[in-house]
């Protein structure tokens, strides 16, 4: 089946500790984005990245880093300078720009829950 | 800017009852995509719907359709006959600027929570 797998499900981090959660797609889509869901609150854009080996910051890039080496793969760390990383982390993929029509949705994991002990 | 308002924080409807989530956006742009997404409790994001600013027909998609006035800058969703299962929460995100300096990006709102009672 294809789609976007998320790992791990759920994450604890320690102060001044960097944690990397993994997204990892099958859909052969060129896209892939890194959203944060603070409690009712909808998603922010954290990184996106529209090719392999290029990326950009979104809306709230401060204290995560990403890379895109591999089209399949999109990895999101959340660095020590993150001083509040406590909310769900959603990934998502979608074809790229020019690739198709404009109605293509972004597919989503099932998200991971970052918690700080 | 690009802007989503989803001014519902929590709805109720009765099961088989039809239920409208409101959603208005703001955007100068003239080609403009929007979508609606539903999240259960688990918290995968589940896509429902699409319309297209130049689309004449409203969007509908089985139990779903799209009550788009583009006048007024809202795309309603309606489900109709609710069931148990579409309790979740519900987001609108629009696509920003569909030509011209396009990208993937979606901008969303801040959900609506919908309760289906029995």
């Known amino acids: 089946d294809g789609g976007i797998t998320q790992s791990p499900k759920y994450l604890f981090r320690k102060e001044g500790q960097n944690v990397t959660l993994s997204c990892e797609q099958n859909?052969?889509?060129?896209?892939m984005y890194w959203y944060r869901q603070d409690p009712g609150q909808g998603l922010r854009l954290i990184y996106y990245s529209q090719i392999v080996n290029d990326f950009q910051k979104g809306d709230i890039a401060e204290g995560y880093s990403v890379s895109r080496e591999k089209k399949e793969s999109f990895p999101l760390t959340v660095t020590s300078a993150q001083k509040n990383p406590t909310a769900f982390y959603l990934c998502a993929s979608s074809i790229g720009l020019g690739q198709g029509r404009l109605n293509q949705p972004q597919h989503f994991g099932d998200g991971t829950r970052l918690s700080i002990l | 800017a690009q802007k989503i308002t989803q001014t519902q924080p929590g709805m109720f409807v009765q099961e088989k009852e039809a239920v409208t989530l409101d959603c208005t956006y703001d955007t100068s742009d003239q080609s403009y995509g929007l979508f609606w997404y539903k999240q259960p409790s688990s918290g995968e994001m589940i896509f429902l719907i699409y319309q297209g600013s130049y689309d004449e027909q409203n969007a509908t998609e089985g139990r779903y359709s799209l009550n788009f006035q583009k006048a007024r800058k809202s795309a309603n969703l309606v489900i109709s006959a609710s069931q148990l299962g579409d309790s979740a929460m519900y987001f609108c995100a629009m696509r920003e600027g569909l030509y011209g300096g396009a990208t993937n990006k979606l901008i969303f709102g801040t959900g609506t929570l919908l309760a289906v009672q029995p």
């Open positions: 859909l052969n889509h060129d896209a």
